[in-house]
């Protein structure tokens, strides 16, 4: 779990941290560097695609991002899960619940001690 956490951090980082990210800027920095080094009009849709492919990476960065909070939280799910039957399996072995799972009398005072 401390993997896919730390993996969620990282592709926030990741995606903050890209310089084009937040950058209004975008096609002005092509044309200026088109005029200064003269570049041909190709290189300008070069830029106008090269914008779209960022939105779409960050797009892509986003979505693993979501991935792995949904993995994580199914993997806590089954964590919290398996650990619910270790307590249900200890308070029928120590006979503070049936065979039903209903707590009986025994368990409830043994509850109220334990407080």
Request: aromatic content about 8%; hydrophobic content about 35%; some cysteine.
């Amino acid at each position: 779990m401390e993997e896919l956490v730390s993996k969620i951090n990282g592709l926030k980082k990741k995606l903050e941290k890209h310089p084009l990210h937040n950058d209004v800027k975008k096609m002005e920095l092509c044309e200026e560097y088109a005029e200064k080094f003269k570049v041909n009009y190709f290189f300008l849709e070069e830029c106008k695609n090269f914008s779209s492919v960022v939105i779409s990476y960050s797009l892509q960065l986003s979505e693993e991002i979501e991935n792995t909070i949904s993995e994580f939280k199914k993997l806590n799910k089954i964590d919290q899960l398996s650990e619910l039957k270790k307590h249900k399996k200890v308070l029928r072995k120590l006979n503070y619940c049936s065979a039903t799972e209903v707590v009986d009398m025994k368990g409830r005072i043994a509850c109220e001690l334990s407080r």
